[in-house]
């Protein structure tokens, strides 16, 4: 309530003729807007250390490419609660995130709020490749669900934001007048009170955000969280590295359930042919039946889909390994060859995924 006032105020000065400044120094400090729309938790980030300023001449956020030097975090808190560190894996802080989540659903459940999604910067890594570097900050994306469900968690940088950023501001001029950004700095990127400052920056940003419906369903929104993960998912896919492309596919599905409204109409179904085909090569013949059937009731009667023969074939034959029922499967994948709409036998799964380009 606290940020929707503040967004009708900005709105209202900008009515009568002031012009709202782009990027305010104050979105990297002031702790109050948060506090209406993700309450910080004491110990989820915590800082032991700041690092040097020594390489600041050097540091390019946008041109690094190197795996991650772990720095530890905090929200910009001192004594007791600045000290706390989260469990390595992040476990954590999501967990009290999962609870705080729950607490907050039962309070809305009877009201007429529409239920948006909270987000909390859990970690951030420093990734340094001499003489480059930046920081990826590890981000937790929460919806509705069971309390004991793990959020969704993403790894963006900076460069990554302030390009969300840009596209939407070159899109939607009127709605992203009233929300702030942090400016980027020529010095100290890499402190530990910078790195705290637009953590807080970016939680109130994707927060803002999620609070305008047209902003809420633009499609270069949606693309920054499911995206990257689908890409690398994907890549990952292609080479074999099945286990790793798992987590990724599904974390990627899980982004599109809670956001709701993908930006690509067959990005849930690419999704779940990444799923069926990793659980098949990690023998998990049930997991990927299942996907299957989901892709299945999702297609409907889309005949002509590319994706529907390729998940046909593999529901039959895993339904097949599996001992179960196939006979609808199999009777309308032997319609659609006799009809010429798909070659005998179709492409596999696996085959369109290494085919399907990603934009």
Request: charged share 30%; hydrophobic share 35%.
């Amino acid at each position: 309530s606290q940020l929707l006032r503040r967004l009708r105020q900005k709105n209202h000065l900008n009515s009568a003729g002031e012009e709202a400044e782009q990027f305010p120094e104050s979105s990297e400090l002031e702790d109050d807007d948060a506090e209406g729309l993700s309450s910080r938790l004491s110990g989820t980030l915590s800082f032991t250390s700041a690092e040097d300023d020594e390489d600041d001449e050097d540091e390019d956020e946008d041109d690094a490419e190197a795996g991650p030097d772990p720095l530890p975090l905090g929200d910009g808190t001192s004594g007791e609660d600045a000290e706390r560190s989260p469990q390595p894996d992040g476990q954590r802080g999501s967990q009290l995130l999962a609870r705080q989540l729950q607490d907050f659903w039962k309070k809305s459940r009877n009201t007429l709020t529409p239920q948006r999604l909270l987000f909390e910067v859990t970690s951030a890594n420093v990734v340094k490749d001499p003489p480059s570097k930046y920081v990826l900050y590890t981000l937790a994306v929460i919806g509705p669900g069971p309390p004991d469900c793990q959020p969704a968690q993403i790894s963006r940088r900076y460069s990554d934001f302030e390009r969300l950023h840009r596209n939407l501001q070159r899109q939607f001029r009127g709605p992203m007048a009233a929300i702030s950004f942090p400016r980027k700095r020529l010095r100290r990127n890499f402190t530990a009170e910078t790195i705290a400052r637009r953590s807080r920056a970016f939680e109130q940003f994707l927060g803002h955000l999620q609070a305008v419906p047209e902003l809420r369903h633009a499609p270069d929104l949606q693309d920054f969280f499911v995206l990257p993960e689908l890409r690398r998912a994907q890549s990952l896919t292609c080479t074999g590295l099945y286990r790793e492309a798992l987590a990724l596919w599904a974390t990627a599905w899980q982004l599109q359930a809670q956001l709701g409204t993908p930006s690509g109409p067959d990005r849930p179904l690419l999704t779940l042919a990444g799923l069926a085909v990793c659980h098949q090569e990690l023998e998990d013949p049930g997991e990927a039946r299942a996907c299957c059937e989901k892709a299945l009731q999702l297609l409907g009667d889309k005949s002509l889909h590319p994706l529907l023969a390729p998940f046909l074939e593999a529901h039959v034959r895993l339904s097949w390994r599996l001992g179960l029922d196939k006979r609808q499967s199999e009777a309308r994948l032997q319609a659609l060859q006799e009809a010429g709409l798909t070659p005998t036998p179709p492409p596999s799964l696996k085959e369109l995924l290494i085919k399907e380009v990603l934009d």
